[in-house]
Structure formats: C-alpha cells, structure tokens
C-alpha cells in the first residue's frame, strides 16, 4: 500500500450530505486531504466547510459521475490538485421505492445507473493513477439489500449486489497491482434525509434491531475509515456487513 499515512488523499463520492459528508468529514479529522463532490456544485459549500473546520485541505469537484468523461475528469482534477489519490469511496446512490411490478424502464435504469453504473465508473476513472502509485484502496457502500429480500426496492437491491460483485471482481483483477477494493453492506442509516425520520418507520425499524437503534452516519464514516486505512493488504474482496446484527428484512415505507 503506497498511501501517504499521515495526509492521504481522500475522495468521497456523492459528499454533499448525508453518509457521504460525514466520510469526508471524518477523514479530514483524520488528516486527509478530501476530494468532495456532487453533481452540483452549489451543493457543496457546506461540506466545504465542515472539512475545513475539521482541519482537512479540500476540493470540490461537480460530476455526475453516470458518465465516464465527467468520472474521468472527477479522477484527474484530484490528482491534479493534491498529487495523488489514495482513497476512493464510492458513497454516490439514489433509490426511491415502489412495487417491482409498478417500476417503469426508466425507474429501474436510472436506480441502477444511480448505484452500479456511478460505482464502475469511478473505479475505472482512479485506477490509472492507483496503478502508476503502486496502490491504494477503494470501498464502495453496499446495503444489506444486497443479501436479503428488500421489498419494493428490487432495482436497489440488484444494483447494490451488483457492487457486491463488481468488488470481488476488482478487488482480484486488480490485488496484482496494491489495489485494495472493499465493500460496507450498510443496515439502516438515520441521515437527513433518511425515510427513517418518520416516527412509523422509524418505530417499526428499530423494534426489530437487536440494538435497538439506527446507525448514525458518523459511525459508519469510522468504519468505512478504518477498513480503507488499515494497515493489512490482504483485507480486499471483503463486503463487510455493517448493520448492527439485524438478519431480518426491512419493511417498506410506510406511504400512508
Ligand atoms: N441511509 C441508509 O439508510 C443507507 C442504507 C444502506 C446503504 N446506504 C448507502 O450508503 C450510501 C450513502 O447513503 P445516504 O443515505 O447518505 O445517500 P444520499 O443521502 O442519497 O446521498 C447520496 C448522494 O449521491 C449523490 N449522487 C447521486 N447520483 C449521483 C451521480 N450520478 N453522480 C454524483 N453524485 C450522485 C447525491 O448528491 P447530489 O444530488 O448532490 O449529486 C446524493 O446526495 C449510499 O451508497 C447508500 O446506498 C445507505
């Protein structure tokens, strides 16, 4: 692993909020050097901030990164600008739900160009530069989606298996060259945005949980950290269930 340990630079996909914003966060608590992006740029001011105050030099770059140019281009300002890329964490993903029978041609292509189709595009877009270091690392963020029925959200739930397997793929091909790829099968996470701040849902959820309670996204920002900082080349092809212990199957939204 050829990471520069003490100031390594991070990129964060999808970082303007939520799980993403707390990785970008959490690393420049880390002194890293953070790379934040969204597909606006106007977006981004905050979590600008937030990295600063934490003590992390940043970039933000606007790409929406269902295009291989604009993933490309993602890949080349960040080393441009920093020198080198470390980290990738593909955090960028989309999902509404509804009844598979009910999802349209383009419902299904746009959840699926939204977590599997971004994913691909940003490991392709970092892997020139990793190679020519002599390494790095990637962790894309999975859900648990991926190993267990996750009703009406069943173009999700194949995109985020398709991770899964795009990261045991990689993580083989690409082992020959330092290049750790990892994934985090996350559980519930309770960010602004999440349909979990409905009190129903929210309720039903954590009844279930042995823990009794969702994640926060700034402790998934600490594990995603330490499984792309660890100091072990041989953790790779790993999908690391981040969920708390819950094996059961989520409800659908509550829509009433
Ligand atoms: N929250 C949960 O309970 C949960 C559970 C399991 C797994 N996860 C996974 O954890 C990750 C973060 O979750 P989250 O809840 O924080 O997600 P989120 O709030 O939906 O954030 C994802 C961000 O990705 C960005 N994005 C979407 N399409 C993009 C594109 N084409 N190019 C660039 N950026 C794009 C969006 O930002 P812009 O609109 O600014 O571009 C969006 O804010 C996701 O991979 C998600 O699937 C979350």
Redesign the pocket.
Known sequence: MSADREHPVVVV??????????IAVEAARRGAQVVV????AE??VDVVADVERAGGEVLAVE?????GD??DRLAAEAASHFGRIDVLV??????FFAPAEELTDNGWRSVI???L???FLACRAVFPYLCDQGGGTIC??????ALRPHPHASH?AAA?AG?NSLTETLAYEWAPHGIRVNA?????????????RRDTDRALMEAQLPGGR??T?DE?AVAVLDLCLVESEYLTGAVVRLDGGFRGVMAPPDTR
């Open positions: 996909t999808g970082s303007a909020g939520g799980i993403g914003r707390s992006n969204s597909r606006r977006r981004l790409a929406d990164l269902r295009h604009q993933a593909n955090n960028a993903a989309g999902l160009d939204a977590n189709t971004t994913t894309n963020l999975s859900s648990v989606a999700y985020k991770v985090v099968a996350l559980g519930a996470v309770l960010t602004e945005a999440s349909r979990f969702i994640a996204p998934v």
